[in-house]
Nanobody, 127 residues
Framework: QVQLVESGGGLVQPGGSLRLACAVS????????ISWFRQSPGKEREGVSC????????AYVNSVKGRFTISRDNDKNTVYLQMNSLKPEDPAVYSC????????????????????WGKGTQVTVSA
């Protein structure tokens, strides 16, 4: 059974850091493209970052470039999103999603293309 479980969310001050984790089970992590999405109240779900299947190419939405880093540990079946310099516009529910076989991050923000989703973890940025 395919399962994705996010963790690591919480409350942080502006400028602070969090590391989110997406633990996967039921499939071989390296064979899937994993992306992080976020959604805040009243806004559409937004693709934040992607790591491709196989070689692990990465991509980021412009608003997080230079601040967020996505990585993958195949031995631990986990994808991470290191979030630094968090801003007031970053709070949202962050979810990870898996798509089989995509070896690039082309059009990674297309929501309907993903096979499985986690339930999300809340990130709050407040002084």
């Amino acid at each position: 059974q395919v399962q994705l479980v996010e963790s690591g969310g919480g409350l942080v001050q502006p400028g602070g850091s969090l590391r989110l984790a997406c633990a996967v089970s039921g499939f071989t992590l390296s064979a899937y493209r994993i992306s992080w999405f976020r959604q805040s109240p009243g806004k559409e779900r937004e693709g934040v970052s992607c790591i491709s299947a196989d070689y692990g190419f990465t991509a980021y939405v412009n608003s997080v470039k230079g601040r967020f880093t996505i990585s993958r540990d195949n031995d631990k079946n986990t994808v991470y999103l290191q979030m630094n310099s968090l801003k007031p516009e970053d709070p949202a529910v962050y979810s990870c999603a898996a798509q089989f076989g995509q070896k690039s991050c082309s059009r990674y923000s297309t929501i309907d293309s993903y096979d499985s989703w986690g339930k999300g973890t809340q990130v709050t940025v407040s002084a």
